[in-house]
């Protein structure tokens, strides 16, 4: 089971040559199992709120691309559990909240994070790919 963090669910939407050989072939094989990735609800917060903000661009509605990535990936909602694991991960370990849940959902699901942070990474609190 693949997660993916926020920054490559848009590069997939936006500009997919920077996803690298590995998480490509990750996705891939996934998708090969007829498995969609999954994603956090968080990452759908951190797209729009970023899209809507001017950061990136993407032309489609929010109701668009909220339809589009509900075709595309599995979401995972952000569990009582999955807080609880987010708010306990270290201080040191990483200072954007939306970090902290999608790792801890990486942690609390067994996921494999696809993931260019290399804070998530270093910290080798799961399984990650990059």
Not at 22 to 46: C, F, H, K, V, W
């Amino acid at each position: 089971m693949i997660l993916l963090d926020t920054h490559v669910v848009i590069w997939i939407l936006t500009c997919p040559h920077r996803i690298s050989k590995a998480a490509a072939d990750a996705i891939s094989a996934n998708g090969a199992r007829g498995e969609l990735p999954r994603i956090s609800t968080a990452t759908i917060y951190e797209l729009i709120y970023t899209k809507r903000r001017g950061r990136i661009e993407i032309h489609a509605s929010d109701a668009e691309l909220l339809a589009k990535m509900r075709l595309w990936f599995n979401s995972i909602p952000i569990s009582e559990v999955i807080a609880a694991r987010a708010a306990a991960l270290s201080d040191s370990f990483h200072g954007d909240p939306i970090d902290r849940i999608i790792t801890a959902t990486g942690i609390e699901m067994g996921c494999t994070l696809i993931t260019k942070d290399e804070k998530i990474r270093d910290a080798q609190l799961c399984k990650t790919i990059w």
